[in-house]
């Protein structure tokens, strides 16, 4: 089983440097100790089962009189 972790901490992952604030995808071995280290923080669980993105509000536009 995965788990969406989000960084708090530099850390290299799949070979690529990631910055604190960037979202990961981990086993849950490799989740915890992350956690325990303080280097990133779980995600809650989405029911797709995808990490909670930020969304957009968009506004309707007004129509033309």
Do not use: K, M, Q
């Given at each position: 089983m995965k788990t969406h972790l989000l960084l708090t901490r530099p850390h290299t992952h799949?070979?690529?440097?990631?910055r604190?604030?960037?979202?990961?995808?981990?086993?849950?071995?490799?989740?915890?100790?992350?956690?325990?280290?303080?280097?990133?923080?779980?995600l809650p669980p989405t029911r797709s089962g995808t990490p909670p993105h930020r969304v957009a509000q968009i506004q309707p536009k007004e129509p033309n009189p």
């Open positions: 799949a070979g690529r440097l990631r604190p604030g960037e979202r990961i995808e981990v086993d849950a071995d490799l989740a915890r100790w992350l956690v325990s280290i303080g280097s990133a923080h779980a």
